[in-house]
């Protein structure tokens, strides 16, 4: 089954990338490459997730952007609402923060920073009931590929999450972004055919959990670049990108969302 007519989404996750002034300055470059751009909100959703610390200066920043250009943030607490969690921040308070828009599951914080299952679906819980729209990320390593585990990891990831997602929410608040561990900050890119496989595979199952299947975004990242998004949006059930590394450059995150907004138009 098709999701070519879902709007797609391009989002930058910057990571713990870069410092105050050149944060400022790829802002600014970016909103002047989308003044004298023919994007519009309505064929790309855009999205920028900073560092923590710089959620608010970047709302503040983006909101003079000529489209509406989200801000993402790049992970949520488990704990929700306010009180004793030293160095957490509750999805209620990103949204307080006018942040609507949150990554779970990234495989760096799966992998680095100990977010298991169980913290990932409290996170997912806990940002869903505060009205958040989550990017749930989902991905195998080389040697599950290799092994011959992929499609299994992945469903079992989305399936993972399954338990905490009404069907409101799937229709509404979820998107999810296949990326290959093995693709990530690594120059390898998926095939556009091994991607759209595997988001053949990863539509099948969440049409199977809910009715609202058909209509999920599914992005692809991995070494995302100018190079290759053309390729990549032309795929049926590719809906967009998580873009790393090339988000950290104005003209090139530009690229990439001209090539996804251009391709499902
Ligand atoms: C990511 O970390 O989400 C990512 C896809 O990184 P990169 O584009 O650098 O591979």
């Known amino acids: 089954m098709s999701g070519s007519t879902i709007i797609p989404w391009v989002v930058g996750n910057w990571k713990m990338n870069p410092i105050q002034a050149d944060a400022t300055q790829l802002i600014q470059q970016f909103k002047t490459l989308l003044t004298q751009s023919t994007i519009d909100s309505d064929a790309c959703h855009i999205g920028i997730a900073p560092t923590l610390i710089a959620l608010d200066r970047t709302h503040q ?37 006018q942040i609507q828009h949150v990554l779970i599951g990234h495989s760096e914080r799966r992998d680095l920073l100990g977010d298991s299952v169980e913290i990932l679906k409290a996170k997912l819980h806990n940002a869903l009931q505060a009205g958040m729209t989550i990017i749930y990320c989902v991905g195998e390593s080389l040697e599950q590929r290799e092994q011959g585990l992929a499609e299994q990891v992945v469903l079992q990831q989305i399936c993972d999450i399954a338990s905490v997602v009404n069907d409101e929410q799937w229709s509404k608040q979820v998107v999810i972004a296949y990326e290959p561990i093995w693709a990530i900050g690594t120059g390898k890119t998926a095939s556009p055919q091994d991607a759209q496989a595997m988001h053949a595979k990863i539509r099948e199952g969440l049409c199977q959990m809910t009715a609202h299947g058909a209509r999920i975004a599914l992005l692809y990242g991995g070494s995302v670049k100018p190079e290759n ?34 391709s499902k138009q």
């Open 61 to 97: 920043a983006l909101s003079s952007a000529p489209c509406k250009v989200y801000t993402v943030a790049q992970d949520v607490s488990r704990f929700a609402g306010t009180g004793a969690y030293t160095g957490e921040t509750s999805a209620e308070l990103l949204v307080d923060s």
């Open 229 to 262: 998004a053309v390729e990549l949006a032309a795929c049926p059930d590719i809906n967009g990108a998580l873009v790393g590394g090339a988000s950290l450059n104005a003209q090139s995150f530009y690229q990439i969302a001209q090539a996804f907004a251009q």
